[in-house]
């Protein structure tokens, strides 16, 4: 049986508890409050293995380092390119269906099998819009 440590069972529950796909070291200065003895190359270790084993994705931000996203339902990410935050969108039945057939469609014309996707949207988000078109 694989052995977890204390520690990492406190990244991944506070990485859960969070909806903002923090940064490794935004999780690690959140973290050095009940753990003055962690180190940031523990986060970095522990974020790695956790994504190796599917628990956590990383996110590949298009501005800045590196997020984590504890929430491993199905869903797709929109990224502000003004405060760099990163949303969570679940698509409609109907959405995903859509995608699907896109995926059948090409898979068809280009004579390839393709079987995932990976959707990234970026934008502002509602904060931003509001402040950038008044
Ligand atoms: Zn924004
Ligand atoms: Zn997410």
Do not use: W
Request: aromatic fraction near 6%; hydrophobic fraction near 30%; proline fraction near 3%.
């Amino acid at each position: 049986m694989k052995k977890y440590s204390k520690q990492r069972e406190i990244i991944l529950e506070s990485l859960q508890n969070r909806k903002d796909h923090p940064t490794a070291e935004s999780l690690y200065i959140d973290l050095k409050r009940q753990m003055p003895e962690l180190g940031i190359a523990t986060v970095y270790r522990n974020l790695t293995e956790l994504c190796e084993q599917g628990i956590v994705k990383k996110i590949k931000a298009k501005v800045g380092p590196d997020r984590y996203d504890g929430n491993i339902k199905p869903h797709i990410h929109f990224e502000c390119k003004n405060c760099g935050e990163i949303i969570d969108i679940y698509l409609k039945e109907e959405q995903e269906h859509k995608i699907s057939n896109i995926k059948k469609q090409v898979s068809e014309a280009e004579e390839i099998q393709c079987d995932s996707s990976e959707i990234y949207l970026t934008g502002l988000c509602q904060k931003c819009k509001t402040q950038v078109t008044g």
